[in-house]
């Protein structure tokens, strides 16, 4: 197979709008029960007009705002946007994202749903991006993975690729990562263990024998060895993830693979850090996987400046 195979990155995409729009209906309703916001009706005037700012309180790195339209048209509130900031884009402490404009009562009812969407993002873009400068001057890329909260895996992927990083396989419907309990429940059927290189090869033949699996897709195994790494890189998967290896271990792991076969990419993950990131990096792997960019990823602090009046017409 062809070196630096990718992974489908998580774009503004269709699949990426329809999961964005289940989840604010769901958050909405969390909020009204299919009823209504009582204080805001009680107490604002509906004919008030109002603006408000989404405003950074920290530094960070934008995601979500260019999807706040979409959730505003799944909220079937009439807000107008504004946008300040493009997702990917860099924002200080005191910036403003974006705009919201329209009926006082509309954004009351509607601003905290907003803004859990957008810290949520915000939060691991910007998360993201602190992992991102650590090795940015290395020759090697930093992936996500499927450690994500349910529900939300197309929108805090997309939030990664916001962030800097690159996104590993979607789900288990697009690529093979063999791992050692696929092997164990090999083991368990017929009574011995796969080597790598065998594992390899049977997944090669599935995708090839099996009409509804993608031909093309990749095929990446685990080690947790040097003896599984020289058995398994000749039979040419495209990545070969190394578990949990120190970072001498992973020089060596580099230096095994270059004498067998450069092709085959290299991947590090377990005990990844924001500490332990650039000492990773260094021992020459081409890829890094860490669960800590979404799952260890706190909402980034947001607020609204508000404009109420006539003057907001």
Not at 91 to 110: K, N, S
Not at 112 to 131: E, P, Q, V
């Amino acid at each position: 197979m062809s070196v630096n195979r990718e992974f489908s990155q998580q774009t503004k995409d269709a699949f990426l709008r329809d999961d964005l729009e289940q989840l604010v209906r769901l958050a909405i309703r969390e909020d009204l029960a299919r009823g209504i916001d009582l204080t805001t009706v009680a107490v604002v005037p509906a004919d008030l007009p109002a603006e408000a700012d989404v405003i950074a309180r920290v530094s960070g790195t934008a995601a979500g705002v260019d999807l706040v339209n979409w959730m505003v048209e799944t909220l079937q509130c009439p807000i107008r946007t504004t946008i300040g900031v493009q997702d990917g884009s860099r924002f200080e402490a005191g910036q403003r994202l974006l705009t919201l404009a329209g009926a006082a009562r509309d954004i009351l009812t509607c601003e905290r749903t907003i803004l859990n969407f957008l810290g949520r993002l915000c939060g691991i873009a910007s998360w993201t991006t602190r992992h991102v400068a650590i090795v940015s001057d290395l020759p090697v890329q930093l992936y996500d993975t499927r450690k994500t909260t349910p529900g939300w895996r197309r929108l805090e992927k997309y939030a990664v690729r916001c962030g800097g990083a690159r996104n590993h396989r979607s789900g288990l419907y697009d690529a093979i990562l063999i791992k050692d309990n696929h092997l164990a429940c090999h083991a368990y059927r017929t009574g011995r263990l796969l080597r790598p290189s065998e594992a390899v090869q049977l997944a090669r033949e599935f995708l090839s024998q099996q009409p509804d699996a993608p031909r093309d897709a990749i095929v990446e195994i685990e080690v947790d060895s040097l003896e599984q790494l020289s058995d398994a890189v000749p039979a040419m998967p495209d990545i070969v993830l190394l578990d949990n290896m120190t970072p001498g271990r992973l020089a060596e792991a580099v230096s095994l693979r270059n004498q067998l076969n450069p092709n085959v990419q290299l991947e590090a993950s377990g005990g990844v850090r924001l500490d332990t990131l650039r000492s990773i990096a260094l021992s020459g792997v081409e890829r890094i996987s860490m669960g800590a960019l979404t799952h260890s990823a706190i909402c980034l602090d947001l607020g609204l400046d508000w404009r109420i009046g006539t003057e907001c017409n």
